[in-house]
């Protein structure tokens, strides 16, 4: 909630200073226009907005990969439990042929 209330007065600031810069630079020539200023505010704020919506896109992004991440994750386990207990009765059953074949060879 922080990083969105830091960009929201990053992208306020970004309007604010592209509206005087605008209004300051068209001043200098003599030929300050309210339209200009005005298109300046709206494209700067629609560019601040765009960065924004990509910031919370990209965080669900992240928060989605996380939790996938941990869904594999316990997948693996689960399926690592399952191979090791089919492989300890693989084992057992091959022990017990190996020792039923030495007994027969011992006798």
Same mark, same amino acid.
């Given at each position: =909630?922080?990083?969105?209330?830091?960009?929201?007065? *990053?992208?306020? *600031? =970004?309007?604010? #200073? #592209?509206?005087?810069?605008?209004?300051?630079?068209?001043?200098?020539?003599?030929?300050?226009?309210?339209?200009?200023?005005?298109?300046?505010?709206?494209?700067?704020?629609?560019?601040?907005? $765009?960065?924004? #919506?990509?910031?919370? %896109?990209?965080?669900? $992004?992240?928060?989605? $990969?996380? #939790?996938?991440?941990?869904?594999?994750? =316990?997948?693996?386990? &689960?399926?690592?439990? %399952?191979?090791?207990?089919?492989?300890?009765?693989?084992?057992?059953?091959? &022990?017990?042929?190996?020792?039923?074949?030495?007994?027969?060879?011992?006798?």
């Amino acid at each position: =909630m922080n990083d969105i209330l830091r960009d929201v007065v *990053v992208a306020v *600031v =970004m309007v604010i #200073s #592209s509206i005087l810069l605008t209004a300051q630079w068209l001043t200098l020539y003599n030929s300050f226009n309210p339209i200009v200023v005005f298109f300046a505010f709206l494209f700067t704020l629609s560019l601040s907005i $765009l960065i924004i #919506s990509l910031i919370l %896109r990209i965080s669900e $992004l992240m928060n989605e $990969l996380e #939790s996938t991440k941990r869904i594999i994750a =316990m997948n693996s386990a &689960e399926i690592e439990e %399952r191979i090791d207990s089919r492989l300890r009765e693989y084992l057992r059953d091959l &022990e017990e042929r190996i020792e039923s074949i030495e007994r027969r060879i011992y006798r």
